[in-house]
């Protein structure tokens, strides 16, 4: 929320029409600012712990993810882990999660009576159930549904895709704000002390030049987790093929169930069905075992999930998303012959899954390691100072008992252009564009209220 100082209205060209438009731009960029920021606060706090996910969650379920290694053991079979798992929560076991490192543990999901599920951890060598927590019931999960407002339901969701948007808006309209002007300090440097509002305004400015950038990339690649735009863009970038690729299943029969209901999946992925097993098989289901044991020759990376099936038509299916993205793969085994019915890789993506699944990547600091994860922490942190100085800039700014809204333009036709990209932008985003047309209603109610009462 930048601040239309005096020193910024005299380095303008002394024309109404700049004037004008600079007012029309900094309105806006408060009203963007308005719904933004607290929103750009929470993100930020809930996406940069999330960034260390694997730490945090390692250090926190130390006693349920971590083993030790005893000298020359190998790990016992994914059966025995799954048994034992059964006998001490029991129910049906859905899947089965093979350790990412030497020294973690195996995880086995257990259906329960009840309904629910059950994540229940296996030391590997000794078969030894170390303990249990509600399926996603991890600490980073948790942070994970607060980033996302997974808890407050579909309408606090789609305020966070609405947010993304006006992040969007937020830092274009900052970025004409700071163009500089004639004025001499404030474009890169920061003046005075936090004791003036001068300060504040020119690191809100400052922080809003370095991060600006990011906030956009992070606003759309968070898009394809959005409730209604990521939804229709997942259908329309898959297409009827429901995100396998032409070529890669030939006369396979699909279930109609999609893998994002098996448990998380990559963002290309979510519509995708899964295949079925013939029923007509003389042979006995191949079991657990092998079912690992195929997936590890077909050179899945480690930590792999496997997908058990629970019924006569299900198949095997193993998956994982690590980090590299060149090995994300799904492969779907005939639960009978232990043959791949489906085997599908980040090469097999269209070009948009594939671009979008960089993003996403990238988004959750894993694209390019350490440095991923430390880049997007600073970003985070760089968002709340953007956040915390605007806040603390309007506060000094607005006048005694009023709520400091900039002034109107004197000639309103200005807002013309403004309001026509911020309209192409509502057709692009459909919630972004609803929240336009409450937004203007509200800025025209303001605008009559306080009119009425000059009068």
Known sequence: MSDFTAESANALPRTGTITDLYRAVWRWHFYAGLFVLPFLITLSITGGLYLFRNEIDGIVHADLKHVEMPAGASPTEPSR????????YPGTAVKYTDPVTPDASAEVTIKTPDGGKTAVYVDPYRGEVLGALADRGTVMWTVRYLHSLRYFGPVARGLIEIAAGWAIVLVATGLFLWWPRG???????????????VFWRDL?????????????????TGMPWSQVWGGKVNQWANGSNFGYPSGVRVDVPMSGQKLAQEGPTSWSLEQ??????????KDAPIGLDRAVSTFGQLGLHRGFAVNIPTSVTGVYTGSVYPADLSQQRVVHLDQYSGQPLVDMSYADYGPLGRWLEWGINVH?????GLA??????????GNVVLAVS???????RRPSRSFGVPPLPRDRRVFRGLIALLVVGGVLFPLVGAS???MLAMDWMFTRHRLSRAA
């Open 204 to 220: 809100h400015a400052v922080t809003g030049l370095v991060v600006g950038g990011f906030i956009v990339f992070l606003a759309i």
């Open 390 to 396: 605007a806040g603390i800039m309007w506060w000094k």
């Open 272 to 281: 995708a069905e899964i295949p079925t097993s013939p029923t007509a098989a």
């Open 372 to 381: 991923n994860q430390l880049f997007l922490l600073a970003v985070c942190v």
């Open 436 to 438: 336009l047309v409450v």
């Open 364 to 368: 959750l600091g894993q694209e390019f």
């Open 183 to 197: 004025q001499k300090g404030g474009v890169v440097s920061i003046r005075a002390t936090p004791a003036k509002r």
């Open 81 to 88: 882990m799954v048994d034992a798992a059964l006998a001490a």
